[in-house]
């Protein structure tokens, strides 16, 4: 098993290759894309958030959000340590999260600012290929922790 240092060597190490491999799919916006998910995935939605690691420290007086998933969830269960699954699961908590406080802000503040949550859903939907190509950069440097840590 690796270290946390290990870990994140090993992401920068492989976040430049990664993100020339999505240029040449996507051009310049997959590079940054690709590589700048790629590193975000390893450094700061790593499957060792659920303990007190290098990737939750990262996040300093934000962690208090990552408090929940950590409740539920045991370190290297099912559902924080497998492909596919346990990035699904934290990608999804971080997005439902996000979700969830900009409707409370629309519903505390929509009479005295314009907050329009459409705006948000389309810049996510109108990019497919950049949404792709973030997602795919998250779950492989997932899948490349998991493989250091067997």
Request: include cysteine; proline fraction near 3%.
């Amino acid at each position: 098993m690796s270290s946390g240092r290990d870990h994140d060597k090993i992401t920068c190490y492989y976040s430049l290759p990664f993100a020339i491999l999505c240029a040449f799919g996507i051009g310049w916006k997959g590079f940054i894309v690709g590589g700048g998910t790629f590193l975000i995935g390893g450094l700061l939605f790593s499957p060792d958030l659920d303990i007190k690691s290098y990737p939750s420290r990262r996040w300093g007086l934000l962690s208090i959000i990552w408090r929940p998933y950590c409740y539920f969830l045991s370190h290297r269960s099912l559902l924080s340590h497998s492909p596919l699954l346990g990035t699904a699961g934290r990608v999804t908590y971080i997005i439902g999260l996000y979700f969830s406080i900009h409707i409370l802000i629309w519903l505390l503040f929509s009479n005295v600012i314009n907050v329009n949550v459409s705006v948000v859903i389309n810049n996510f939907t109108n990019n497919y290929e950049l949404l792709s190509c973030a997602l795919v950069s998250i779950e492989i440097s997932a899948w490349l922790h998991l493989l250091q840590d067997s």
